[in-house]
T-cell receptor, first 116, second 111 residues
Framework: SQTIHQWPATLVQPVGSPLSLECTVE??????LYWYRQAAGRGLQLLFYSVGIGQISSEVPQNLSASRPQDRQFILSSKKLLLSDSGFYLC???????????????FGPGTRLTVT | QKEVEQDPGPLSVPEGAIVSLNCTYSNSAFQYFMWYRQYSRKGPELLMY????GNKEDGRFTAQVDKSSKYISLFIRDSQPSDSATYLC???????????FGSGTKLNVKP
């Protein structure tokens, strides 16, 4: 079965510090990978998605970046955090179109980031 | 205009009530319609999906899609306190990689 891991679960960082959040998926190959941010009481904002190693699509211009160094690894980074970067960060994966059910997206447990 | 609109609530109902959750959307090309349930401080989990128009029932849950009105609904019968969560609607174009989410409706079922 497939499993998605995210770490850390909770993070408190000062403004201006760097950020690295990691997500890994087990039990599937060549998944689509996604990073979302969820502000308190808000919906899911798509930040980045990736259809393959080194292929990143950015949805929202901001001081965050994403990388996919391996097939099942997705990293969210920032060089200098802003207060507005606080939120609940969720990694997700889905089967690419044409390779299986296209309605399912599987989410990780999330990382709660507080920028102080 | 947002692609998907959802009333954020919160919605508070007594145990046993019928709950209706709704979303509207603007892109008539959406083909897959999903409902996710998210408990506090957890990642969302898929609850139900519907392809194109029509109804789908799963136990106490019914998902309904009206493509002519660009309107989807989730009905919960005999609501339970364990149904208390945030419910997010989501949509996907047929062969595209992106999912479009509503902002979520927070539901509280009181014992």
């Amino acid at each position: 079965s497939q499993t998605i891991h995210q770490w850390p679960a909770t993070l408190v960082q000062p403004v201006g510090s760097p950020l690295s959040l990691e997500c890994t998926v087990e039990g599937t190959s060549n998944p689509n990978l996604y990073w979302y941010r969820q502000a308190a009481g808000r919906g899911l904002q798509l930040l980045f998605y990736s259809v393959g190693i080194g292929q990143i699509s950015s949805e929202v211009p901001q001081n965050l970046s994403a990388s996919r160094p391996q097939d099942r690894q997705f990293i969210l980074s920032s060089k200098k955090l802003l207060l507005s970067d606080s939120g609940f960060y969720l990694c997700a994966w889905s089967v690419p179109p044409g390779q299986g059910p296209t309605y399912e997206q599987y989410f990780g447990p999330g990382t709660r980031l507080t920028v102080t | 205009q947002k692609e998907v609109e959802q009333d954020p609530g919160p919605l508070s109902v007594p145990e046993g009530a019928i709950v209706s959750l709704n979303c509207t959307y603007s892109n008539s090309a959406f083909q897959y319609f999903m409902w996710y349930r998210q408990y506090s401080r957890k990642g969302p989990e898929l609850l139900m999906y519907t392809y194109s128009s029509g109804n789908k029932e799963d136990g106490r849950f019914t998902a309904q899609v009206d493509k002519s009105s660009k309107y989807i609904s989730l009905f919960i019968r005999d609501s339970q306190p364990s149904d208390s969560a945030t419910y997010l609607c989501a949509m996907r174009l047929g062969n595209f990689n992106k999912f479009y989410f509503g902002s979520g409706t927070k539901l509280n079922v009181k014992p």
